[in-house]
């Protein structure tokens, strides 16, 4: 799946057909960066090849969270954060970018929203599809990333994601997406599985029933 026109076209096409659901809820209002970009030098992941030269693949932008923050340290995450007063989910989106990955882009590098996601943390989380087409370098910034990861989108058309886990007592299952040998947790996880759903194979999913495992409570 190569990060071209033809994918940025299917992408907008399934968005302009979604009907996005808002959550209705007084939590902190977040928005994070579904960054298509290319697969670039490769993923850096164990079970998954790093290329030695670009790859033109379509890959979304992921990051690990730095160690020095006091939310969710190490964790998986899409770049992102608190929608400051004023802001759009679009505009915190498009800084979040540039703050932590050093990815600036214009507003017009916006192609639509999955679903509002409420976490289990104390935020509402707005995710916002973004084209960044074809980019050479991503800067992590220390303070907030660890590491920069270029997932392919292919990984998650993996036949195995996703994974389901059971909660005790029953209710709807914590969701996880599978990433060469290692898995992203819900909410990035949710967000994930709903991209490839509606933006890829152009599904009316909803993902906002899904648990959260206890370490992204807090």
Known sequence: MLCDPTLRDTIVRHLAAFP???ADSAARAAAVAVTVTDAGLGSQLSGMP??????PGAALVLTRRS???RNHPGQWALPGGRIDAGETPEQTALRELREEVGLALDESAVVGRLDDFVTRSGFVMTPVVVWAGPQTLLEPNPEEVAS???IPVTEFMRTDAPLLDPVEGGGAPVLRMPVGDDWIAA???AILYQFREVCLRG???RVAHYEQ???AWR
């Open 213 to 215: 495992p206890a370490f």
């Open 203 to 205: 599904l009316d999913t």
């Open 50 to 55: 790093s290329h030695a030269s670009w790859h």
């Open 20 to 22: 996005v659901h808002a």
């Open 67 to 69: 160690l020095k923050l």
């Open 187 to 189: 909410p990035t996880a």
């Open 148 to 150: 920069i990861h270029r």
